[in-house]
């Protein structure tokens, strides 16, 4: 039976987009699906302010009636313009086990591309740094994070089938925190503070955490400038993560350092798991969802770590000793016993250097695939 890829746009179709992996997945233990409504409005340009800088397009694949695969063509004007990177982005690549579907969405893509004069394609990613990125290599069964898009071995198989080859990698760790917090923790990062005239920051609301959140990005801009895959965070980015995400946080999970001045030098936003309450919510918030996800942050006996940002003036000089003692002593607190990454690109060295104390166990990988238009 022929494949036929149509360009969707209504707010019916976008629903079917959106849940099309959630059906593709629905009897696989490791899969945590999003909340509907907030993947919906990723692709709204009144609801996602990315619309100023970018451009979107997105397609179903059916076979006769049945959808069998969906893509996301993706134009990031900030980095095609000011960065110079003639970059024709993919994302949300989901498909049955039809390298033929594969082919046909990408040839969408690739059609897109080279109408707009670009010189390569690279996916599976979003809009900008902050968005979901990486095809999973490594790690099938183990249970995916709200950040991160999971799918079947036979994805990676695709790509190589179709000439694609490796563009960049992430890595993803997970570790038990010691309990208790070792002696040589506390005295390393007391020397610290005091070497570089630093001090601790501890949130007992969401309220105090507020006023940091746009020096928190502004570090995560600096941090990361240098990595390949790196689009400088605009300002109406940082409010829609304020929005989206600040009513999750518990303060106790969030840790920041600030210099004698008052000026933020490093934080670290962890979670507890949301992965299994997003899997009861089903891609609802309500009725019932939202109380999965309550339940979830106040008892939990798995954390994430979400951002990291340090100044990189400080980075290499033992900072994160003071971050990950209050981090532990919270993990402690919460009766946390198990940690895991967000996802690491595989020369973010700096950040991977964070974790040698908790004999680290790289647990997944995910990649992005490129091919020359």
């Keep these: 039976m022929s494949i036929t890829v149509k360009r969707i746009s209504s707010k019916k179709d976008i629903k079917k987009f959106v849940k099309f992996p959630m059906d593709l997945y629905k009897d696989n233990p490791y899969f945590v699906p999003p909340l509907i409504n907030d993947e919906m409005a990723n692709f709204d340009p009144e609801k996602n302010q990315v619309f100023k800088n970018a451009e979107c397009w997105l397609f179903l694949a059916f076979r006769e009636s049945e959808i069998v695969g969906r893509v996301a063509a993706i134009i990031n004007h900030i980095e095609v313009e000011e960065q110079q990177k003639s970059k024709m982005r993919f994302g949300w690549l ?23 004069n670009l010189e390569y394609m690279e996916g599976p990613v979003g809009f900008t740094l902050m968005d979901r990125a990486g095809m999973l290599i490594k790690g099938y069964d183990e249970l995916a994070t709200m950040i991160g898009w999971y799918n079947d071995p036979y994805y990676m198989e695709h790509m190589e089938q179709l000439g694609f080859v490796k563009g960049a990698e992430w890595v ?5 925190p010691p309990n208790p917090v070792p002696e040589r923790f506390n005295k390393f990062a ?10 601790e920051l501890k949130f007992q609301s969401t309220k105090e955490i507020e006023p940091y959140v746009d020096a928190m990005f502004v570090l995560l801009n600096q941090s990361y400038s240098k990595l390949v895959s790196y689009v400088p965070i605009q300002q109406y980015q940082v409010d ?15 840790v920041a350092v600030v210099d004698n001045d008052g000026k933020l030098v490093a934080f670290a936003i962890t979670m507890p798991s949301f992965s299994k309450a997003l899997q009861k919510a089903n891609g609802h918030l309500f009725p019932f969802g939202f109380l999965h996800l309550l339940k979830a942050k106040k008892k939990n006996n798995l954390a994430s770590f979400y951002l990291i940002g340090i100044d990189p003036k400080l ?10 003692r209050n981090i532990t002593q919270n993990f402690m607190n919460y009766g946390i016993d198990l940690c895991e990454t967000n996802p690491e690109l595989e020369d973010n060295y700096a950040v991977q250097a964070s974790w040698k104390d908790f004999d680290p166990i790289l647990h997944k990988r995910r990649r992005t695939y490129r091919k020359d238009l």
């Design 240 to 254: 829609l993560y304020r929005e989206k995400f600040l009513q999750f946080i518990n303060p106790d999970f969030v």
């Design 94 to 116: 989901d498909m049955v086990d039809d390298v033929e579907v594969t082919k046909a969405l990408l040839a969408e893509v690739s059609k897109l591309g080279t109408e707009n």
């Design 315 to 324: 980075q290499g000089k033992g900072v994160t000793a003071m971050v990950f």
């Design 172 to 176: 993803e760790f997970k570790f038990e």
């Design 190 to 199: 007391d020397l610290i503070a005091k070497r570089y005239g630093l001090r």
